[in-house]
């Protein structure tokens, strides 16, 4: 995420209104879900094992607290990744982004409560389809009042919930580094809530620029941001939130979309707007330097897409152009080039550079073993990587022991050099994601895998998707393999939804359609929403309606895989 400028919003600064009380947040079984003293509070100067830009922003980050952004709007900071906005309205509250858990979004609540007074939630935002906005929504609602966030929503939602969950996880671990020690030598920053993860569907999409809404008098005008994200205005508030149109890096489609949303957004809100604020950041305060943020982060992603198109018609590599490219001097400060460079590569050209060798590479442990041959053995290589980490070439140190950890994982010469070389990687960077995934790296190296952390997504939460989403994380858990030579095809009469549905497992692959055409099946199921659930959660099938073969449904279940949780990363 990009650093925007804080305000010196501590006890003597403008929004300040009063710390976190408590600092500990528990669930229902007194298990601590969220400590906010164990984020890093950098006192003096700037140690060795630092980056300078990334110590000063873990020392913002790390003020927690009740903030006056402006009049009637408010951000509990603090309590989980995001900061929980409360928009005050004529009878209650609307609550933006209401964090990861729903106990940090009740804490969170509870304490604008503790001073704002005892005010009913009468609405909900999501600025964007990720986890840590939306997942505490129950914490702060039961339902029953508008609820808004942008077209896609659940599509979105269902890929964090359910298809590529496992794997997501896994990466969050490395991205946010809940295993690592806060402090100088570890973790910089916030790591992820512990609670419990649920997901309270929109009542209302948002999709159009300038889309107007009233939530409890409150006047919301709204602007979509790529990737299933929203921007918007409180006009009579002069106070704009950022969301993700400034700052985030855009993480699929077309990378024009987000210079063109930027430009967008200096049009609609420049003049408009005497405060900005955000999920993740500080609050920007002027006009003025509202319209130069939006303006600076427009030119930057303008830049970066044509300069690296331009590259890429010279010849130049992804790679190489993230190596080489820099932006101009006013806008060198914005980071997260590397990620544009990126999406622009593979919008327009996708994973393959052009070079024949890189088509049918060996997968990583097969050419490790075949590199450390050819370089001498385990021994050369570690050797070798010894001399470029003296001369401070950490990358290629970092590259050579790579390639003698997947050769030869016992070696522990090599696994322990790979693990220094990674911690002065990750006390170098100047990204908390690049930190924090270079020391997870090193301590999975040395302690092997960590526990995944997180949160613990809620057993109902599933229970609010569409069957199409249910049916298709069903399908990406077959074993294509072993259901090679499976045939089969069961109806689903979803009897309280009205819905029918066929799933048809062939050559090992498992396909669903929607209000089939009558034909022969080998099992009818009638059930609910909710015993779909069960059933596919593998609760069983006491209750429901059967009428055919049911060792269908146990040979589809005998064809599905169990992902892994805690796959190796840094070793074969």
């Keep these: 995420m990009a650093e925007l400028p804080y305000e010196p919003d501590d006890g003597e600064g403008a929004g300040f209104v009063a710390p976190l009380a408590p600092t500990v947040v528990r669930d ?26 990334l110590w000063r922003q873990a020392a913002l980050r790390a003020r927690h607290g009740l903030y006056e952004v402006t009049e009637g709007v408010y951000q509990v900071r603090g309590l989980d990744l995001a900061h929980l906005t409360l ?26 409560r503790r001073h704002r007074g005892e005010r009913p939630v009468t609405g909900v935002v999501y600025t964007c389809a990720r986890a840590d906005r939306f997942g505490g929504a129950r914490g702060v609602t039961s339902g029953g009042v508008p609820v808004l966030g942008p077209a896609g929503f659940l599509d979105r939602a269902a890929e964090e919930f359910l298809y590529a969950a496992p794997a997501a996880a896994r990466r969050a671990a490395y991205t946010y580094g809940p295993a690592l020690p806060a402090g100088p030598e570890g973790r910089l920053g916030p790591a992820r809530s512990a609670g419990t993860v649920t997901l309270l569907p929109p009542t209302k999409s948002v999709g159009r620029t300038g889309q107007e809404e009233t939530l409890d008098g409150v006047r919301f005008v709204f602007q979509p941001v790529p990737g299933a994200a929203l921007a918007f205005l409180l006009p009579e508030r002069r106070a704009l939130c950022l969301a993700g149109n400034a700052g985030d890096p855009p993480d699929a489609g077309d990378p024009r979309l987000w210079t063109r949303c930027l430009a967008e957004a200096v049009t609609l809100f420049a003049g408009r707007a005497d405060v900005a604020f955000a999920a993740h950041h500080g609050t920007v305060r002027g006009g003025e330097e509202v319209t130069r943020l939006l303006e600076r982060h427009r030119d930057l992603h303008a830049y970066l897409h044509d300069q690296a198109v331009r590259l890429m018609n010279k010849g130049l ?40 060798a890189h088509l049918w590479e060996h997968p990583p442990r097969q050419s490790a073993i075949r590199y450390v041959e050819c370089l001498g053995g385990g021994a050369a290589v570690v050797a070798l990587a010894e001399r470029y980490a003296a001369g401070g070439d950490l990358r290629f140190a970092a590259q050579l022991l790579n390639h003698a950890v997947f050769a ?36 999975e190296l040395t302690d092997g895998i960590a526990s995944p952390g997180g949160g613990t997504v809620a ?21 294509g393999p072993k259901a090679w030579h499976e045939s089969l095809a069961i109806d689903w009469h979803l009897t309280d939804l009205g819905l029918r549905y066929r799933t048809v497992l062939s050559n090992g692959a498992l396909i669903r359609q929607a209000d089939p055409p009558e034909g022969p099946v080998d099992l009818t199921l009638r059930l609910t929403r909710a015993q779909l659930v069960a059933l596919l959660a593998g609760r069983g099938v006491g209750g429901v309606s059967k009428e055919g073969d049911l060792q269908a449904l146990k040979r589809l279940i005998a064809a599905l895989d169990d992902p892994v949780p805690g796959f190796a990363v840094v070793t074969p």
């Design 28 to 53: 229902g079984d007194g298990k601590v879900v969220w400590d906010a003293e164990t984020s890093v509070h950098p006192d003096g100067e700037c140690p060795a094992t630092a980056h300078p830009s």
């Design 87 to 112: 928009v005050e309205g004529e009878a209650g509250v609307v609550v933006v982004d209401p964090l990861g858990s729903t106990e940090c979004a009740a804490a969170g609540l509870r304490m604008y």
């Design 317 to 356: 590599t992804a790679q190489e152009i993230a190596e080489y490219l820099q932006p101009p001097p006013a806008l060198a400060a914005l980071p997260g080039a590397i990620s544009v460079i990126r999406a622009v590569h593979q919008h327009y050209l996708g994973w393959f550079d052009g070079n024949p």
């Design 408 to 443: 030869d994982e016992g070696n522990k010469r090599a696994r322990d050099l790979l693990a220094e070389v990674y911690t002065r990687l990750g006390h170098g960077a100047r990204d908390a994601a690049w930190r924090n995934a270079y020391l997870m790296g090193a301590l």
């Design 459 to 479: 057993p109902g939460a599933l229970a609010t998707l569409s069957p199409e989403r249910l049916f298709d994380a069903l399908a990406v858990r077959v074993d």
